[in-house]
C-alpha cells in the first residue's frame, strides 16, 4: 500500500510543470511612450500584459520601469534592470543577457491614403513624396529614408497620434508606422472626437526579423519560465485577447489634446 501511494505521489508530481527557478520580482526596462504596447501611467499595454502574464505563469512578478528608448539598452548593461524589452540592435549577450521569445512583433509598414493610389515596391518610389515616421527610423531603414531625409521630405515624431491626424489631412504622403500602434490612434480619433478617417493603404516594404523584438533577462532560468508562460498564453488563446483589449475597443488610458 505504501508503495502504491508513493507511485501515485510521483505520478501526479510528474503532472505540475516543472519549476527552474525560485519566484521572483523582475523589474524590467520599458519605452516611455509607445502606446498601446506600453502606458506608463497604468503599467499596462500589449507588451506589458503579454509579458507579466507570461511570467506570473511561474510566480514572477513584474515590475515595470520606463525609459527613453535609447536608455533601455544602457539600463540593462549597467545592472540597474533584470530585463529589457529590446537590445535596440545591440548584443546584449556579453553583459550577461539572455534572450527569450519575441513577446510582441513591430510591424514596420508605410500608410497612405487610399485615395491618392501610391504604389510603394521600391525605395525609388519614394522619390517626390514626403514621410512622416517614428524617432530613429531613418536609422533602422536608411536604404529607404536616407535619400528622402537628404531631399528635405522626411521627418520624425515621437507624437504618433499626430501620425494619423496629418496624413488624415494631406500633410504628408506617407506615414512609417507600426501597424498596431497606427490602427490603435486611428480607432482612438474616431471613439473620442467624432473624428472621421480616410480609408488607408498599407505597403509592406521589408519581412520582419522576429529576433530584432526579443526580450533579455539577466537570468536564465527566470527567461525559460518566461519562454512557457509566453507559449501558454499563445496556445490557450489569451495572447490574442490582450491584443483584442487594446486594438478591437473603444476604451483607452490615453488622454487626447
Not at 6 to 34: D, Y
Not at 120 to 126: G, Q, S, V
Request: proline share 6%; hydrophobic share 40%.
Amino acid at each position: 500500500m505504501k508503495i502504491l501511494f508513493t507511485l501515485t505521489l510521483l505520478f501526479f508530481i510528474s503532472l505540475c510543470p516543472f519549476t527552474t527557478s525560485v519566484a521572483a520580482t523582475v523589474e524590467m526596462a520599458f519605452g516611455e511612450k509607445i502606446a498601446p504596447f506600453c502606458f506608463p501611467e497604468t503599467d499596462s499595454g500589449i507588451e506589458v500584459d503579454i509579458i507579466r502574464e507570461a511570467l506570473a505563469f511561474k510566480g514572477h512578478v513584474l515590475v515595470p520601469l520606463y525609459f527613453p528608448f535609447a536608455r533601455i539598452p544602457v539600463e540593462f548593461k549597467n545592472k540597474t534592470v533584470d530585463a529589457a524589452m529590446t537590445d535596440l540592435g545591440e548584443d546584449l549577450t556579453p553583459f550577461g543577457g539572455f534572450y527569450g521569445d519575441p513577446a510582441v512583433i513591430y510591424h514596420n509598414v508605410f500608410i497612405s491614403l487610399k485615395a491618392r493610389d501610391i504604389q510603394i515596391n521600391k525605395p525609388e518610389d519614394l522619390n517626390g513624396l514626403s514621410v512622416i515616421s517614428f524617432v530613429g527610423a531613418v536609422k533602422r531603414y536608411p536604404e529607404w529614408l536616407t535619400p528622402v531625409k537628404q531631399s528635405g521630405r522626411y521627418f520624425e515624431q515621437n507624437n504618433q497620434l499626430l501620425q494619423v491626424l496629418t496624413l488624415n489631412k494631406g500633410r504628408y504622403d506617407l506615414v512609417l508606422s507600426d501597424r498596431s500602434i497606427f490602427k490603435y490612434f486611428s480607432q482612438l480619433l474616431q471613439s473620442r472626437k467624432n473624428f472621421v478617417t480616410h480609408p488607408i493603404q498599407e505597403h509592406k516594404f521589408t519581412d520582419v526579423d522576429p529576433l530584432d523584438y526579443r526580450p533579455i533577462f539577466n537570468d536564465a532560468a527566470i527567461r525559460d519560465d518566461f519562454n512557457q508562460g509566453l507559449a501558454l498564453l499563445i496556445s490557450s488563446g489569451r495572447y490574442q485577447a490582450i491584443y483584442d483589449k487594446y486594438l478591437n475597443s473603444n476604451s483607452s488610458t490615453v488622454t487626447l489634446p
